[in-house]
Structures are given as C-alpha cells and as structure tokens.
C-alpha cells in the first residue's frame, strides 16, 4: 500500500464491484483505520475485489454485520474492508431434507426466521446479537445448545470460499453425509478471516422442540457448580442445555434446558428438579442472561471478555481460579457459560487496572491449561491487549502457520489477527 | 462398512492384478531402493524384529484392505507399538523420500490402505490400548488400533458407549475410522466420527508429534483436527484419539417394519424425517437385500416385502414412548403392513443381524457384487431408488439395495459373475451411474466409505479443479514431498513448491534425539 497509490487500487475495486467507498472512521478495524470498503453482491464480484486487492498489494479485513471486529487481536493493517452484508439472501431452504443455503451476511435472524416458518430451526445460538452467518463462522461462536447439538463444526455441511488470490473453492456440500475431499468448512471455522473469504455456507437444521423449559439452581461453591453439572450430564433426562452462572455478587446458579414433546419434557423437568435438589425452580422463560456472553449485559459499557474452555473434570478448579484470582486482583468479575461442555466466558471491567487484569488472566489460563484447556482473550480495550498474551499456548503453531503460508502467502487476509501473529 | 466377519466378497471385473489406473497411484518396485533400504535400517534399529516385515510372503498378506480387487505388494510392513517407534519409520521416509500408508485392521471399503509397492505399510494393530476412560469428562482416550466395538465395552459400565458403529464395528480400528470418518447406522442422529473425536496426537508426514485438540473443546487456532479427520491417512498418522462418549440411552426401541415396496417405505422415512421426529437410526433393505439377508442368517424379516425399514428409537422413556406413536402412525399412513417391535434384546440382535450382514450376506445369491456408496438429499430417494430399478432392468445388472434411508445414504450392492464374460464390466458401468444418478440429484459420491484409490478419478464430477486445487494447498501444508498415502483421494497431485520457512525435515534437535516436538 506504501507504494502504491489508492486511486489506482480504487479505480481497480471499482471496475471489480460495483459498491465501493472510502472508508470512514466507523470502518475501522479494532481501532487500526481502514482506507477503502468493497461490499460485493456476488461470490464473483468477491473474487473479482480480491483479484484486485491482490494486484494493489492490499490487505483485506473481511466483515460481515462488524458485531465481532475487535476480537482478536487487531489487525496490522486494514487497506480494504470486504463488507459481505449484501450477500444476505438465504438461497435455499430445503425443509425435507433439512438443510439451508445461505449467503455469507445472511443475518443469522433471518435465517432462523425462514427456517422457522417450517417449525425447524439452525441450532447456532445467536451469541452476539445482529450477527451474520459468515461472521459466526469466521468467530465460531455458540451457545446453550452446543451441550447436544454441537457447534459450528457440527453443523456445517458445504462452503464457497475466496481464497486471498481471487480463486473460488467449495468443499463439502448439500447433503447430511458426505466424505468427499478434504473438509474445508471446518478448517474456515474459527479462523477470522485469516485464510479465505467465506460467501456462502449449508448447514444441517434441527426440529424445533414442541416444548421447552428451563429449570435453575443456585450454588454457594465452585465444588457445588460442579457437582450439579455432573449430576446433569450424567442423568438420563438428556438435556439440551447446561449452563453455569456467577455473578459479580457471589450469586452463582445452574440453568438446564430441556427440550422436545410436552409431556416428555414435563415428566424430564419432574426428573431434573428432583436431581437437582433444594431450591431448584422451573419456568417456561428462560433466566435473564441466558446464552448471552457476560460483557454484553450492557453494550454501552466495554468490558474485557475472555473465554475460558477446560475439560469437565476442570470444571472446578477453573470456575475457582478465576473467582481467587479476580478478588485478590480488586476486580470485578463475572462468570457464565456452558458449564456441561466445559466453556465459561469472563467479563472484567475495562477500567480495571491492566496489571490486575493481566494477573487474571494469567493465573486463570494455568488453570484452564492444568485442564486441557485453554483461555482466549476474546475482547479487551488496546492497553490490556498489549499487556497479555491474547491468544495464549497454542500446540501445533507451526503447521497452523504452514497452512496460512498455503492459503495467503503473502499475509493479505486480517494479517496479525489471529493466533502467534498469523 | 464391510460384513461383520471380514469376508468381503467384494470384486471388481478386474482380478489378480492391480487396474492399469491404479498403477500410477501405487508405485513401481524398486522406486528409490537405496531409500527404502535406508528406511528399513531405521525401522531395525526402532523395533524388535517382529515389528518389520520384509519377507515376501508375509508381506502379500498386506497386499489389500476390504476392497479387495485392488492389490499391491508393499515393499516393506511396519508393526509399531508406540509413538516414538511410528514416528522415527516417518521421519525416515520423510527424509529418504519414500511414500508411506497407513493401515488399521484393513476393513475400508475403498482401497484408502492399499499399500505402495515403493512404500512402507504402517500397521497400527499393535497400538490397541485404551488409555483412559475418563466418565468425568465423558471422554476416552485410545491408542489407534483400538477396536471400535472395545470402546463401548470398556465404557458400558460406566453407563456410556461410543456412538458412531460402522457395520464392520467388531474389527475396524479408531484409527482407521478416523481416518475414513466413517459412519454407521446410528449417525442419523449422533453423527459421524469427525463430530466424536475431539482430540488426537498426529505423526505429520515430516515424523513430528502434535496435538491437536483434546480433552477441552475449542481449542484456540485453525481446526485442523477437523481437517485430518476424514484426510484418508494424507495429513499423517493418529497415534491416539481422545473421543466423546455418549450416555447410553434410558429406552431404546428397535421396530422393523415391512412394505410393499421402496416407494412406500422411502415416502415413509421423509414423513418420519418431517414429523419432527429424530431416531437414533432409520435403515432400509430391499427384497433383493432381503432375500440375501435371510439366506445368510435366517433373520425372519416379514414375507412378502418389497422393503423393510429398521427403525430405531432412543432416549428418554417419556420422550420415546411419544416417538413410538408418531413413527408407527406415520408407517401405518404409507402403506406398511406389518411392524414388529423388538420386545428384548435378543429380538434386536437379530433385526440388527439382518442390516448388518447385507453386505456379506449378498455373496449367497451372486458370486461377486460391487458395493457402492453415493449420497442422495433424503427427499430424493424414491426417485433415485426408482432409476436404480431402471438401471437394472435396462442392463440386466441386479441392484440389491441397503440404506442409511434416514441419511440418504445408499449402499447399492451391483451382482455379477466374474465367470460370465463382459459381466463385471457391465456391473461396473451400473455402479457409476448409480454414482451419477447421485450427482446429479445434488449428492455426493461417498457418504462413509472414502474416495480412496477406488473414486479418486470420480472427484472431478463433484468438484472443479479450483476445489480440488484449494484442498491440495493443505495437503502441501502438512505435506510438502507428498508420501502420506500419495494416490489417494485425489486424482492428480498438485505440486507444492517451495514455501519460505518451510523446513524439510525434523528440527535437528528432534533428528538427534534431544529433544520433542510437541
């Protein structure tokens, strides 16, 4: 981009699509300015913007409704913002056979709502409200019901990729069952951005349940939040969600989802009441909070958001590590996620002292790590992403880093973003 | 997968030697001798001597897998019992230039484990511990040549089982099903193995030892577990497999149901698959697979079916006794006429019995059959399955069909005579129009069993050459002189070229044994 001139990249993107502008301070990518926005309507016009972004040397930072920009860490540059948010025509809905086509900037809502008119639903829990499917893929991001049903990976069937150099590539494809080649869908899952341009995704759909409940706990100890959990994963109530919460007051509960035939799930909530004990409550609505992550409670108060994964027997020590960990550093801190699939997301005040947050962070991570897991710094204000290691260890860095070289080797696509600098 | 007792007939209209196709995927012997002596010392020095095989007679025990018309001799057998010894054999190839496959207990349907006659065949059968079940976490973790079927018998009493079953369960490897991402009856609902292993240690083609994934999910960077998963043994060697292992269910109930014919029961399965309803399996026979079934092993399906549904619901009581109204209703509404429920555990053997040894069981009616696996979106089935019977009756070729119905997953068995002239070519013209008839209904060419050596000049049809291309830029990643399994899964190898920073062999460190490279 030094050494070339923006009119001549975007006389270039112009000729490639027919929507581009410059970009404004609202374009900007985790605080690193971006200098021009393509928004291309056609899997042909990305590549054709991506040929040309190619030949003018610039970087590209793709984006698909902008909910989940400042993950990560931030880009080293942002040349062109690759806006897909006029690709958000679900494509084709297939109710016999389960499945959905959809464009990239598809608002996950929209999908649901087509979907949903044939009583089936894509079982992708909006974590981050206003988000499109490409931008859920691109983050992997999930919910609740990711105890049963699984994530992204699980949901996934078929995907039209733009490789950095303009090229496009499918892998996968319409069906439920399909061993074909190498699955590029789960390789894209997850990796912001990094290797290719996703235009459009098929995923598997699930019925909606006839009937729901939810049904909460309250817990004083890590000790105890762990022992429900067991309790639950183990029972044969077969629930569909099983979450965890610990507010900043100390005021921790269990929340349990069922789901499926009325009178199945009345007779399950009998059963999942009964395991779970002394002031366990069932209620049609799910609690306040439920499937949102914690530093979202209150938009207009940025916070700093980690994800923390552990093996289940972790459960525990990781739910009371971080709990030490943050009264002995004065911070404030809340807890809550999917306690029965070993993933809890942590919100701390963004005006808390680096060093106490760094402090968190540190000695949480030691214990996420003790338990097969591990913590990412999913969301923080620059000066604590400059103190701490966003994305911690990472195993097998170096052949992560020979499939980026593969991808985009000339580092084009969010470049810094990602794990180890990729 | 294959039948229950390893005694797949299956034969293609080529005999004896490998196809003439096949031989550019499968090297020439003699291919780099002076490497392949230079692999053998290593693999002397790593294992007893009852761990490599270089006497030829021995080693034409290894000359195929399940799919048994393609063979190769390969010039030498690895037996490894750990990692350390598996990976030393691949970084030796890595360093001689010598290709390598892998092999678990050599049940593919797809020639994914035919040997190279300039390679070495790595065997995992001596890596079979079960290292830990860990209720807990509902996880175990396995050693690759771990039996699928010993997963759930170690997990049984802790109350859990290992949900994706292959036919061939009783004797295919973990690895192998990794490898393959192979299927099962039950994946309708709990998936396939690429949504079960969560974790694995992976023997890269250059010989180093990483760890992707494992106990805790979502592990941070690229999914490449994800990828490996279903690679055909391209991407490396799992050398463990940390796996999901799922409650074993309050009630199951096994139905089997009879109809007139494949057109009833297919409309049956749609009607069941819209209803809301999930089973933990939806299979299909025809009366052609019906007949083979009950010559084999007597399973008492309903006289006089042009098609039976073995239907199979699990879960909560509460949940599978509203399920069991709703599924025998909808049979009821498409025309079947009798429907048994399986009232204990022996009733359900023998109505599994029956699906499970179709394939085997189809060499009682003909002397040699293709089994073929394409996949059909579900609503397409009786139109698909209608054009197979034209198929037949067109060629005169029989089609006996057996199906995961719930997942449009067909499994046509094509009978032939290898003894009459110019039938398995006939046959083999049926199979890949039935492969075809997939295409073009917006299917895919394998559902569980792999492109292998057997559908790799079939990948163009469903994919362009970009597709092909960009899957190949990971193979270049992991895989830069391309010898894992080279010849497998795609129809021509892409030249990787040199990458800056790409080292070509292990880190010297690791070479002198100072160090790991986790």
């Not at chain 1, 003790?370 to 620059?382: R, W």
């Amino acid at each position: 981009m030094t050494t070339v001139s923006l009119d001549a990249a975007r006389t270039a993107l112009s000729s490639a699509c027919g929507d581009v502008t410059d970009a404004g301070p609202a374009d900007a990518v985790d605080g690193v300015p971006a200098r021009l926005v393509a928004r291309p309507g056609t899997t042909a016009e990305t590549a054709a913007v991506l040929q040309a972004a190619a030949g003018h040397g610039l970087t590209v930072v793709p984006r698909g409704r902008g909910t989940k920009l400042s993950w990560g860490r931030p880009p080293e540059r942002a040349d062109l913002v690759l806006d897909m948010s006029r690709m958000s025509a679900v494509l084709d809905h297939a109710a016999g056979d389960l499945i959905v086509h959809a464009q990239a900037g598809t608002l996950l809502a929209d999908v649901q709502q087509t979907v949903g008119s044939a009583g089936q639903r894509l079982s992708l829990d909006e974590s981050v409200p206003g988000t499109s499917i490409g931008g859920a893929l691109a983050t992997n991001t999930s919910g609740p019901g990711r105890l049963v049903v699984g994530t992204a990976r699980d949901l996934l069937l078929g995907v039209t990729l733009v490789r950095a150099d303009g090229v496009v590539a499918k892998a996968g494809g319409r069906v439920v069952k399909n061993v074909a080649g190498y699955d590029l869908g789960k390789l894209v899952i997850g990796s912001f951005g990094t290797l290719a341009v996703i235009t459009d995704a098929v995923f598997r759909l699930h019925p909606l349940p006839a009937a729901q409940r939810f049904v909460t706990v309250p817990f004083g100890t890590a000790e105890d939040a762990a022992a429900l959990v067991q309790t639950m994963v183990h029972s044969q109530v077969v629930p569909a969600a099983v979450e965890v919460e610990w507010r900043v007051d100390g005021a921790g509960t269990v929340g349990v989802l069922l789901g499926g035939t009325p009178a199945g799930v009345e007779a399950r909530t009998a059963a999942t009441l009964e395991l779970l004990g002394t002031g366990a409550e069932a209620a049609e609505t799910p609690p306040p909070g439920w499937g949102a992550l914690p530093w979202r409670d209150d938009a207009d108060l940025p916070e700093v958001g980690l994800k923390l994964t552990c093996a289940l027997s972790g459960l525990a020590p990781v739910l009371d590590a971080a709990r030490r960990a943050a009264a002995d550093a004065g911070v404030p801190l809340t807890l809550r996620g999917s306690g029965g699939s070993g993933v809890l997301y942590a919100a701390l005040a963004a005006d808390a002292p680096v060093d106490a947050v760094a402090a968190v962070v540190e000695r949480t991570r030691t214990a996420c790590t003790a338990h097969g897991g591990s913590l990412v710094v999913l969301e923080a204000p620059a000066a604590v992403q400059a103190a701490v290691d966003t994305w911690g260890p990472v195993p097998a860095i170096d052949l992560m880093r020979r499939v980026k070289e593969q991808f985009d080797p000339e580092r084009r696509l969010a470049p810094g973003r990602f794990v180890g600098g990729i | 997968m294959s039948g229950t007792h390893g005694t797949q007939t299956s034969a293609g209209p080529v005999l004896g030697d490998t196809p003439p196709e096949a031989t550019a995927a499968t090297g020439e012997v003699g291919d780099n001798a002076a490497g392949m002596a230079a692999v053998g010392r290593v693999a002397r020095a790593l294992m007893p001597d009852t761990g490599v095989i270089s006497d030829p007679t021995q080693l034409r025990t290894y000359e195929c897998d399940g799919l048994a018309h393609y063979r190769v001799t390969p010039a030498l057998v690895v037996l490894p019992e750990t990692t350390e010894q598996l990976a030393g054999v691949v970084r030796a190839c890595a360093e001689h230039g010598v290709p390598f496959v892998a092999r678990g207990s050599g049940t593919g349907l797809s020639g994914g484990a035919l040997p190279r006659a300039d390679g070495v065949l790595v065997v995992t059968s001596r890596m079979r511990t079960i290292r830990e079940v860990r209720r807990a976490d509902q996880r175990a973790v396995l050693e690759p040549g771990v039996i699928n079927l010993d997963v759930t018998r170690a997990a049984t009493g802790e109350g859990y089982y290992y949900a994706p079953d292959p036919s061939s369960q009783q004797i295919c490897s973990i690895g192998g099903n990794l490898a393959e991402n192979s299927g099962g009856a039950h994946c309708l609902k709990y998936g396939f193995t690429s949504n079960h292993v969560l974790g694995a240690e992976l023997v890269t083609p250059q010989g180093d030892v990483v760890q992707l994934g494992g106990l805790a999910p979502d592990a941070p960077g690229y999914d490449l577990l994800g990828t490996v998963v279903g690679s055909e043994g391209t991407l490396g060697i799992a050398t463990t497999a940390t796996v999901r292992l799922v409650r074993l269910p309050e009630e199951v109930r096994t139905l089997l149901v009879g109809f007139r014919s494949t057109d009833d029961a297919g409309a049956a399965t749609s009607a069941i698959i819209g209803s809301g309803v999930l089973p933990a399996a939806i299979e299909m026979m025809d009366a052609l697979a019906i007949e083979a079934a009950e010559a084999a092993v007597h399973c008492n399906y309903p006289d006089g079916a042009g098609a039976v549904l073995v239907i199979e619901l699990d879960g909560p009581a509460a949940e599978v006794q509203h399920e069991y109204d709703v599924v025998e209703r909808l049979c009821q509404e498409h025309g079947s006429f009798e429907l048994r429920l399986a009232i204990d555990a022996t009733e359900r053997a023998l109505i599994w019995k029956g699906r499970k040894s179709a394939f085997a069981a189809v060499g009682r009616i003909s002397p040699d059959y293709i089994v073929q696996d394409g996949v059909i979106p579900r609503t397409a089935l009786p139109e698909v399955l209608r054009a197979i019977a034209d198929l037949s009756s067109s060629s005169g070729v029989r089609v006996a069909n057996v199906f995961h119905a719930g997942d449009g997953n067909l499994h046509p068995l094509v009978l032939f005579d290898d003894g009459k002239p110019g039938a398995g070519e006939a046959a083999e013209k049926v199979s890949g129009a039935i492969l075809d008839l997939c295409i073009t209904h917006g299917g895919a060419i394998t559902g569980e069993h792999g492109v292998g050596v057997d559908k790799a000049a079939y990948m163009p049809k469903m994919f362009t050459d970009d597709d092909l291309d960009t899957m190949q830029l990971v193979r270049c990643a992991f895989d830069p002189g391309g010898i894992a399994n080279p010849g497998k899964v795609f129809p021509t190898p892409r030249l990787c070229g040199e990458v800056p920073g790409k080292r070509k062999h292990a880190h010297p460190l690791v070479e002198a044994g100072l160090a790991d490279a986790f």
